[in-house]
């Protein structure tokens, strides 16, 4: 499956985006989903994490209860809605799939396909 991140940018603290990823070249239904995200001179961290139905999702502690990650799968995209935006969310973020996991929470290394990023810069 090949990914296509999209809908960064540079935004003020406090405001929303919401980042998207499309998906081709697979059933896209057949893949948990994930969003990370890596700063400057950080590792790449997970951020939200989507079962392949919808009906799940995961996050970290950092997005619980501002970002929301949510998938069409008629649409083969999978979203990341993200409010009050805060300077340490800027990053680059992609998206990640796999067919395999179990767990959304899997280290970088365990999701087989990425998209190439989308960066979101938050300026205060």
């Known amino acids: 499956v090949q990914l296509q991140a999209s809908g960064g940018g540079l935004v003020q603290v406090g405001a929303s985006l919401t980042v998207s990823c499309a998906a081709s070249?697979?059933?896209?239904?057949?893949?948990?989903m994930g969003w990370f995200r890596q700063a400057p001179g950080k590792e790449r961290e997970f951020v939200a994490g989507?079962?392949?139905?919808?009906?799940?999702?995961d996050y970290a502690d950092s997005a619980k209860g501002r970002f929301t990650v949510y998938r069409d799968n008629a649409k083969n995209t999978v979203y990341l809605q993200m409010h009050g935006l805060r300077p340490e969310d800027t990053a680059v973020y992609y998206c990640?799939?796999?067919?395999?996991?179990?767990?959304?929470?899997?280290?970088?290394?365990?999701?087989?396909?990425w998209g190439q990023g989308t960066l979101v810069t938050v300026s205060s």
């Open positions: 990640a799939a796999d067919r395999f996991l179990r767990n959304m929470r899997s280290s970088p290394s365990e999701y087989g396909y």
């Open positions: 070249g697979g059933t896209f239904s057949n893949y948990v």
């Open positions: 989507i079962s392949r139905g919808g009906g799940s999702t």
